[in-house]
């Protein structure tokens, strides 16, 4: 029997009035947001529906405002009857993932994610770094390119072909070079704060480990796919993942492969953009995906699916 995923967003997916209308039309979706404001202490209704994109930049918003808007696009979903077997995020995504699974509560959640960008941002501002995005080339070309400079690793496997570096900048700026030189199609910094899934980020885990180890997390409803590891995983290396993948690079392709071979036919990206679906299909076009952040794509996904 071929299975469901849902699929959750990472930071930068978020854009202006994101959850506003589904939110509006389904009762159990603006619930989320009345108690993620609540846990978050952020009025994130106004934020998420009616301030500018540049009200959400920052990390320490972005994430919850995220997360929020993602856990209420699921609950929607729900009430329409379309439940995943299977739940994976890229990066701050898996909080909303296990959210989405119930293992943690809609409050639980955004007050983790709430200290997580808070994290980040002290992090970014005590090591700074950059990201880039290299691609064309092969991941293995890429690794050995890491291999190779000093203070630049891996940090997001996101489809063949595209992989996002992280490190210091001088080092960044030469993998950038030396990209470009072996034939990648293109390699371009991104416009981030810090260097995310790197070890210079490691102070950021450390402030966030003792949030996680007091959250309550249960076993998920839904498989968890981690894409620190790329395999589904029980409750109890829940938290140790969570603090883990601040500085692992985030296996997307890797998970994704991995959920392919175990079945999964359906991939249902729930929040803003179509970030994933677009990913996906370039790891394999015979998969089916829907894209749901608005109520015409919340009809056309519980149509099929419900």
């Known amino acids: 029997m071929s299975k469901i995923a849902f699929m959750f967003p990472g930071q930068g997916a978020m854009e202006a009035g994101m959850g506003r209308e589904i939110a509006e039309a389904i009762p159990e979706a603006m619930a989320v947001f009345d108690d993620a404001s ?38 929607a979903l729900r009430a329409r009857g379309v ?41 970014a501002k005590a090591h700074p770094g950059s990201m880039a995005a290299i691609l064309g080339l092969a991941d293995e070309a890429v690794e050995a390119l890491c291999h190779k400079i000093s203070n630049v690793w891996p940090a997001n496997y996101n489809c063949p072909g595209q ?66 590891t790329a395999r589904v995983e029980e409750a109890q290396r829940y938290r140790e993942l969570l603090v883990e993948q601040l ?12 959920m392919i071979a175990d079945g999964v036919t359906t991939f249902v990206e729930v929040g803003p953009g179509n970030v994933l679906s677009g990913l996906l299909k370039r790891i394999d076009k015979s998969v089916r995906t829907f894209s749901v952040n608005d109520l015409k794509s919340l009809d056309e996904a519980t149509d099929a699916l419900g």
Do not use: N, Y
């Open 83 to 123: 439940r995943p077997d299977v739940v994976v995020g890229h990066s701050v995504g898996e909080f909303s993932a296990l959210g989405a699974a119930e293992s943690l509560s809609v409050r639980a959640a955004i007050a983790l994610v709430r200290e997580r960008g808070i994290a980040m941002a002290e992090a």
């Open 163 to 228: 992989l996002v570096i992280s490190g210091e900048t001088p080092s960044v700026e030469e993998a950038i070079d030396e990209a470009q030189r072996e034939g990648a199609r293109r390699a371009i910094k991104l416009r981030v704060s810090g260097a995310f899934h790197s070890p210079l980020v490691a102070r950021a885990a450390d402030r966030l480990r003792p949030a996680v180890e007091k959250a309550h997390l249960a076993e998920s409803k839904a498989a968890f796919m981690s894409t620190v």
């Open 247 to 258: 500085t692992a690079p985030v296996k997307f392709t890797q998970a994704a492969r991995a």
């Open 38 to 75: 609540e846990a978050a202490a952020m009025d994130l209704k106004e934020l998420c529906f009616h301030r500018p994109v540049e009200d959400l930049v920052d990390t320490e918003v972005q994430q919850p405002a995220l997360v929020t808007t993602c856990l209420s696009i699921d609950a």
